[in-house]
Nanobody, 115 residues
């Protein structure tokens, strides 16, 4: 059974940085197309960062230029480096497959950005 465990969230001031980590077990991350999602109480869960099938990082416009995504095959994990954070980045962040049949969702990690 695949398990996804997100960590690294917290409270940060606007302009600050956080690095999130998604630990994957039950499958090899280099065999998966996994990305980062976020969800707020007022917005549906959206995929904000992923790798294309060719391995290029893809971001939604809101985070492009501020976020970076890293896959670590040794740790079997996927990291999300978030810089120049804005209050609108406040959300619970999750990792999961980019498409197709999704794995069971992890608990996510809360990111709160104060103004």
């Amino acid at each position: 059974q695949v398990q996804l465990v997100e960590s690294g969230g917290g409270l940060v001031q606007a302009g600050g940085s956080l690095r999130l980590s998604c630990e994957v077990s039950g499958t090899m991350i280099n065999l998966e197309e996994i990305g980062w999602y976020r969800q707020t109480p007022h917005r549906s869960r959206e995929l904000v960062a992923r790798f294309s099938i060719l391995g290029d990082p893809i971001f939604v416009e809101d985070v492009r230029g501020r976020f970076a995504i890293f896959k670590d095959n040794t740790r079997n994990s996927l990291d999300l480096q978030m810089n120049n954070l804005k209050p609108e980045d406040t959300a619970v962040y999750y990792c999961n497959r980019n498409s197709g049949v999704l794995h069971a969702w992890g608990r996510g990690t809360q990111v709160t950005v104060s103004s």
